[in-house]
Structure formats: structure tokens, C-alpha cells
């Protein structure tokens, strides 16, 4: 079977143009032009020497030349580089002193230090955020209808396969995920046999697992028997014909977010002829906006195909159990945030926090061990401040605990804390420990010897978080990535289209975080608008350059026409074998 007939034309949703800019605005020549007011209209020479001099810049575009100097004069005003404060002390003498930019200074433990007294007060209220942190009724109800999609398509028994699609699967966990269900609808399109996705080892996380130490591969290949031929290796006929040696087959270098009408130009051709080929690395090798039978694989792949191995779901689903029994007191409801503040990732910010010396130091050695020479690079520039007014930089656990408690979570409330190891975990971990006694980690709800198995393998460890996060009531995410995104479009695909997640505006916090004088109930109204914002958010449909992993709607979900009777348990059972 030819590829080119699995496009179809009815799925593929084009884009129209954008409208044409509005027409400039006309003015008219100088007319009128009166340089001496109060002189009943008449100008002097000098009036008129400069309406000359003005006109002739403009005439000529003369003004241009002076384009890069104003820009640079402005970002100079903007950064507080010419920035001061006057002051005047004793003895009529007056001192100046440079004003700091906005975030040029970490204040977080300054407006702690300030709004903790009022969180005391009000801890073990009676009123807890987790009870009635989502208005589910406001929100279209969807449900899961990838098969009803599959029926809509015209799907039927596979035909003869045109070869074998080999792909190589790099960076983290959800990176991995995203190839392999990428992998899946370009192996449909193709009308290639996929074989079971290669790991790559990658340098940052340095997890040597393959595809079934991660995921339940049998479940995977029966789960696509009706879509994608897939097997777990090349047939021994077919790697002869390669010397035995599968670097030998041909890799295909595809762009990124390559169209599938590509795919059918340049790689089914190759594919038919060789017989198989390999398409190294493939990370983000397949377009977003893709017709809805492509995005129907994708769909299947993720929600339904990939689940993870059995040792995964069998601690993370005794981690769960654990989780809800310590919630017992708000029903089984926790709160999970995906905390990003790990050596690297404060690194990579290039931000600056409470370290001094020491910190900048421990910082500049991250950065070159794991980027070498990124950074010095010759007109890089490393703004901190500019970082974190622009929202930039990674939360704090005290930040993240001061958001939480501002939106009303109280010291009773259950926090489960996704996270690679926090940078100086000691010191930053207190004052979130010290706003929710009752926190939670992977290491605190499993014992060791049931982690053991999973140390050393950064992917497995962060499938035990994944599932965690992916029950609880609120998922709030502080700094983006793939598991954010993945976990977001999973939420949604399981609780009827809602992500109930948080996802905070640090532009918007940080402003609030470097005030130490703000009052504790306008940090709070701040924080409500904030959670009410992502509220409104949860149920947002995928736009165009949308991916259908973090926006399933409509792609991969129908509207209901009724609520489900018990949306809670029937999704949470759903959930559990993911």
C-alpha cells in the first residue's frame, strides 16, 4: 500500500494567513508648524534653524543613525545601569548612590520573614483551597474517544509492510515518550513495521534503561496490533542483509517538525527500496498540525499504548495508596508540584539567588561541566536580573510554599514534592517544610530497598513521581519541560478535559517576591486571581501549533452530553493502570 494515501484530505485542518497589517497613518507636511508659542504665530530665527535641521533628519532617515544608540541607552535605563537614588544626609551633604534593578537581588526570605506571622494565624483553618480549588461545573465535560476516531478514519487491517522503521530515542523520560509516539504515527503513515525504540544514552541524564525497563513493551506491541506492525527487533534476514551490523542501515536525517507529506517524499521512497531505515536522533521530528488520523495515533500511543513496566507500577501504585491514606483528613486529596531546582537547572538559569561568592562559583563549574564553553562564549551576556523579572527564573521551594499558602492550601494540606536533587536541599527544603509539616517525597514514601532497584536510573525514578503527580488533586508545575507538559495533557486526558494544574505567571510573582513590604492580604488577593486564572485555563483546547500531548481536546477527546456520576473515582481507576 502506497503511504500517500494514509493523509487523507478531510483531517487536515490548514491555517489561514494572517490579515495584512493596517495601512500606516498619513500626516500631513509640517502644516502649520509654530515653533513660538506666545509670539502670535511668528518664528524666530532660531525657531527656524531647528524646524530645518528636524526636517531634513527626517527626510533623509536620518534618525536611523541614531537607532542603536537609543536602544542601547534604553536597555542601559531598563537593567538600572544608569540607574541612582539621591539622598541627602547630615551637614547639607548630598550623596548618590546606585539604585539595584528590579531582581537584581533575591528577596524571597525577606517576604517570608514578613508574611510568616500571618500564616501562622491562620494555619489549621477551617477552610481549606484543596476542597474547592477547581469549579468543575463551569468546565465542557470531555471523555477519552480515540476508537470512535480510529472508526471515523477508515482504519482496517494492516497491509503489506513497506520495511522497517528504526529510530533512536533520546534526552529524559517524557523526551523518550514523545519520539516513541512520534515514532508510531510516521511508522503508520509510512506504512512501515516499527521496531521497538532504541534508548540513547544521553550525557545530562545518564540513564542506561531500555524501552522495557521503562515501559511494559508486550502491552505496547498488543496495544497497536491493529494500527502499527511493531516488533522488538529486526529479523535475523534482514540484518544479514546489513552485515549484521545495524549502524550499517542508512540514517536519515529529517528536520525537525518535519511535515508528514516529507515523510512521504523523501523517506517512504528510501524505506521501500532499502528495505529498512533508521531515522537517528528523532526527538521532535514530526510536525504538531498533522491530520487528525496522524494525530489519532499519537493519541493511542500516549494515552492508551505506553504504560510503564511492571516494577515501576507496582511501587508507584503502593506510593499512591501511601499518599491518599496520608490524606485521609481532606478526603485523599494531596497537592504534587514539580519542583525544578536542581544544581543544573539553577545553573542553566543563569540566575542569581542568596549564595554569594560561593554560589556564583559552584554555578560557573555547573555550567562549564555540563555545557562546556556555552556560556563564555564571545558576546554572551548573563543578566540575573533581567532573568528573573522576565519570569525566568526557577522557584524556590520557599517561593513555591508562599504561592501555595497564599492561595489558600494551609498547613494541613498534603504536598507530594516531584524533584530531582534539590541544590542544597537543606537549606532551601526548610521553609517549605517549615509551611507544610505534612511533605511528601518519593524517598519518604517508599522505603529504600524499594527504591534500590530504581537508583541510578533518573527515567525510572521520574516514572515514580509521573504517577503520583498524576492522581493527586492539584498538579502544580513551576518551571516547564516535558514532564510538566506530558503530566498536564495525561490530567486532561483523565479527568474530563480539566489539567487541574496550576501554572504560575512568574512574571506576574515577581514583582510580589521582590517586595519585602507587601501586605499579606494583597499577596493573597494576587495568588487567588492567579489560581482562579489557571482554573480557567484547564480545560483549553489545542490551537494549531499545539501539541496533542498537552491539549488532547479535540483531537483525542469528545464533549459529553452529560457529567459523569462519579467523575473522582471513575478516572482514578482509569488512571492506575496508566
Same mark, same amino acid.
Given at each position: 500500500?502506497?503511504?500517500?494515501?494514509?493523509?487523507?484530505?478531510?483531517?487536515?485542518?490548514?491555517?489561514s494567513?494572517?490579515?495584512?497589517?493596517?495601512?500606516?497613518?498619513?500626516?500631513?507636511?509640517?502644516?502649520?508648524?509654530?515653533?513660538?508659542?506666545?509670539?502670535?504665530?511668528?518664528?524666530?530665527?532660531?525657531?527656524?534653524?531647528?524646524?530645518?535641521?528636524?526636517?531634513?533628519?527626517?527626510?533623509?532617515?536620518?534618525?536611523?543613525?541614531?537607532?542603536?544608540?537609543?536602544?542601547?541607552l534604553?536597555?542601559?535605563?531598563?537593567?538600572?545601569?544608569?540607574?541612582?537614588?539621591?539622598?541627602?544626609?547630615?551637614?547639607?551633604? #548630598?550623596? +548618590?548612590? %546606585?539604585? /539595584? !534593578?528590579?531582581?537584581?537581588?533575591?528577596?524571597?526570605?525577606?517576604?517570608?520573614? $514578613?508574611?510568616?506571622?500571618f500564616?501562622?494565624?491562620e494555619?489549621?483553618?477551617?477552610?481549606?483551597?484543596?476542597?474547592?480549588?477547581?469549579?468543575?461545573?463551569?468546565?465542557?465535560?470531555?471523555?477519552?474517544?480515540?476508537?470512535?476516531?480510529?472508526?471515523?478514519?477508515?482504519?482496517?487491517?494492516?497491509?503489506?509492510?513497506?520495511?522497517?522503521?528504526?529510530?533512536?530515542?533520546?534526552?529524559?523520560?517524557?523526551?523518550?515518550?514523545?519520539?516513541?509516539?512520534d515514532?508510531?504515527?510516521?511508522?503508520?503513515?509510512?506504512?512501515?513495521?516499527?521496531?521497538?525504540?532504541?534508548?540513547?544514552?544521553?550525557?545530562?541524564?545518564?540513564?542506561?534503561?531500555?524501552?522495557?525497563?521503562?515501559?511494559?513493551?508486550?502491552?505496547?506491541?498488543?496495544?497497536?496490533?491493529?494500527? #502499527?506492525? +511493531?516488533? %522488538?527487533? /529486526? !529479523?535475523?534476514?534482514?540484518?544479514?542483509?546489513?552485515?549484521?551490523?545495524?549502524? $550499517?542501515?542508512?540514517?536519515?536525517?529529517?528536520?525537525?517538525?518535519?511535515?508528514?507529506?516529507?515523510?512521504?517524499?523523501?523517506?517512504?521512497?528510501?524505506?521501500?527500496?532499502?528495505?529498512?531505515v533508521?531515522?537517528?536522533?528523532?526527538?521532535?521530528?514530526?510536525a504538531?498540525?498533522?491530520?487528525?488520523?496522524?494525530?489519532?495515533?499519537?493519541?493511542?500511543?500516549?494515552?492508551?499504548?505506553?504504560?510503564?513496566?511492571?516494577?515501576?507500577?507496582?511501587?508507584?501504585?503502593?506510593?499512591?495508596?501511601?499518599?491518599?491514606?496520608?490524606?485521609?483528613?481532606?478526603?485523599?486529596?494531596?497537592?504534587?508540584?514539580?519542583?525544578?531546582?536542581?544544581?543544573?537547572?539553577?545553573?542553566?538559569?543563569?540566575?542569581?539567588?542568596?549564595?554569594?561568592?560561593?554560589?556564583?562559583?559552584?554555578?560557573?563549574?555547573?555550567?562549564?561541566?555540563?555545557?562546556?564553553?556555552?556560556?563564555?562564549?564571545?558576546?554572551?551576556?548573563?543578566?540575573?536580573?533581567?532573568?528573573?523579572?522576565?519570569?525566568?527564573?526557577?522557584?524556590?521551594?520557599?517561593?513555591?510554599?508562599?504561592?501555595?499558602?497564599?492561595?489558600?492550601?494551609?498547613?494541613?494540606?498534603?504536598?507530594?514534592?516531584?524533584?530531582?536533587?534539590?541544590?542544597?536541599?537543606?537549606?532551601?527544603?526548610?521553609?517549605?517544610?517549615?509551611?507544610?509539616?505534612?511533605?511528601?517525597?518519593?524517598?519518604?514514601?517508599?522505603i529504600?530497598?524499594?527504591?534500590?532497584?530504581?537508583?541510578?536510573?533518573?527515567?525510572?525514578?521520574?516514572?515514580?513521581?509521573?504517577?503520583?503527580?498524576?492522581?493527586?488533586?492539584?498538579?502544580?508545575?513551576?518551571?516547564?519541560?516535558?514532564?510538566?507538559?506530558?503530566?498536564?495533557?495525561?490530567?486532561?486526558?483523565?479527568?474530563?478535559?480539566?489539567?487541574?494544574?496550576i501554572?504560575?505567571?512568574?512574571?506576574?510573582?515577581?514583582?510580589?517576591?521582590?517586595?519585602?513590604?507587601?501586605?499579606?492580604?494583597?499577596?493573597?488577593?494576587?495568588?487567588?486571581?492567579?489560581?482562579h486564572?489557571?482554573?480557567?485555563?484547564?480545560?483549553?483546547?489545542?490551537?494549531?501549533s499545539?501539541?496533542?500531548?498537552?491539549?488532547?481536546?479535540?483531537?483525542?477527546?469528545?464533549?459529553?452530553?452529560?457529567?459523569?456520576?462519579?467523575?473522582?473515582?471513575?478516572?482514578?481507576?482509569?488512571a492506575?493502570?496508566?
Amino acid at each position: 500500500m502506497h503511504g500517500l494515501s494514509r493523509l487523507g484530505t478531510g483531517g487536515n485542518r490548514s491555517v489561514s494567513p494572517s490579515p495584512p497589517s493596517s495601512p500606516r497613518l498619513r500626516h500631513g507636511r509640517h502644516k502649520n508648524f509654530s515653533g513660538g508659542g506666545g509670539r502670535g504665530g511668528k518664528q524666530s530665527a532660531a525657531d527656524k534653524i531647528l524646524f530645518l535641521l528636524i526636517s531634513s533628519v527626517f527626510r533623509r532617515k536620518g534618525v536611523l543613525l541614531f537607532a542603536p544608540l537609543l536602544y542601547i541607552l534604553g536597555m542601559l535605563l531598563f537593567m538600572g545601569s544608569l540607574g541612582f537614588d539621591v539622598v541627602s544626609l547630615k551637614n547639607a551633604v #548630598v550623596v +548618590v548612590h %546606585r539604585r /539595584l !534593578p528590579p531582581g537584581s537581588v533575591y528577596r524571597g526570605p525577606q517576604v517570608f520573614q $514578613k508574611l510568616w506571622p500571618f500564616m501562622e494565624a491562620e494555619s489549621n483553618a477551617s477552610h481549606n483551597a484543596l476542597m474547592t480549588t477547581w469549579n468543575l461545573k463551569t468546565h465542557q465535560g470531555w471523555k477519552p474517544c480515540v476508537n470512535s476516531i480510529f472508526s471515523k478514519s477508515g482504519f482496517s487491517e494492516l497491509p503489506k509492510s513497506n520495511g522497517f522503521l528504526i529510530i533512536e530515542a533520546n534526552g529524559g523520560l517524557n523526551q523518550q515518550r514523545l519520539s516513541i509516539c512520534d515514532a508510531v504515527a510516521v511508522a503508520w503513515l509510512l506504512n512501515a513495521t516499527l521496531v521497538i525504540p532504541i534508548f540513547h544514552l544521553n550525557s545530562v541524564w545518564r540513564d542506561s534503561s531500555k524501552f522495557g525497563d521503562i515501559f511494559d513493551e508486550e502491552f505496547f506491541i498488543h496495544a497497536l496490533r491493529n494500527h #502499527v506492525n +511493531v516488533v %522488538r527487533e /529486526l !529479523p535475523e534476514d534482514v540484518l544479514q542483509k546489513f552485515n549484521n551490523n545495524i549502524s $550499517k542501515i542508512v540514517n536519515l536525517r529529517v528536520k525537525g517538525w518535519s511535515s508528514p507529506a516529507h515523510y512521504l517524499q523523501k523517506v517512504l521512497p528510501k524505506l521501500q527500496a532499502l528495505g529498512a531505515v533508521r531515522i537517528a536522533p528523532f526527538s521532535n521530528r514530526l510536525a504538531y498540525s498533522v491530520p487528525s488520523n496522524v494525530q489519532g495515533l499519537r493519541c493511542l500511543s500516549n494515552f492508551e499504548a505506553l504504560r510503564f513496566s511492571e516494577p515501576i507500577r507496582t511501587l508507584a501504585d503502593k506510593m499512591v495508596e501511601r499518599m491518599v491514606m496520608k490524606s485521609s483528613h481532606t478526603g485523599g486529596k494531596y497537592v504534587s508540584v514539580h519542583l525544578r531546582f536542581e544544581m543544573d537547572m539553577v545553573a542553566f538559569s543563569c540566575c542569581e539567588y542568596d549564595g554569594g561568592e560561593e554560589e556564583k562559583r559552584e554555578m560557573d563549574l555547573a555550567r562549564e561541566r555540563s555545557w562546556r564553553g556555552k556560556f563564555r562564549r564571545r558576546g554572551r551576556v548573563i543578566r540575573p536580573a533581567a532573568n528573573r523579572v522576565d519570569g525566568k527564573c526557577p522557584l524556590t521551594p520557599l517561593e513555591v510554599g508562599m504561592m501555595l499558602r497564599g492561595m489558600g492550601f494551609d498547613n494541613n494540606t498534603s504536598l507530594f514534592v516531584a524533584a530531582g536533587n534539590i541544590y542544597k536541599a537543606e537549606k532551601y527544603m526548610a521553609p517549605l517544610k517549615q509551611m507544610f509539616p505534612l511533605l511528601e517525597t518519593k524517598d519518604t514514601l517508599a522505603i529504600p530497598e524499594e527504591l534500590a532497584p530504581f537508583k541510578g536510573h533518573s527515567s525510572r525514578l521520574a516514572a515514580l513521581d509521573y504517577t503520583v503527580c498524576l492522581h493527586s488533586e492539584v498538579f502544580v508545575t513551576t518551571q516547564g519541560g516535558n514532564f510538566p507538559h506530558f503530566l498536564m495533557g495525561h490530567r486532561r486526558y483523565i479527568y474530563g478535559g480539566h489539567a487541574k494544574t496550576i501554572k504560575p505567571d512568574k512574571r506576574k510573582l515577581a514583582p510580589l517576591f521582590d517586595n519585602p513590604h507587601i501586605g499579606w492580604e494583597t499577596f493573597k488577593r494576587q495568588m487567588k486571581d492567579m489560581l482562579h486564572h489557571s482554573d480557567a485555563k484547564g480545560s483549553e483546547l489545542k490551537k494549531p501549533s499545539g501539541s496533542v500531548y498537552t491539549f488532547p481536546m479535540p483531537d483525542c477527546m469528545c464533549k459529553q452530553t452529560e457529567p459523569p456520576a462519579n467523575e473522582s473515582s471513575n478516572t482514578t481507576n482509569l488512571a492506575l493502570d496508566s
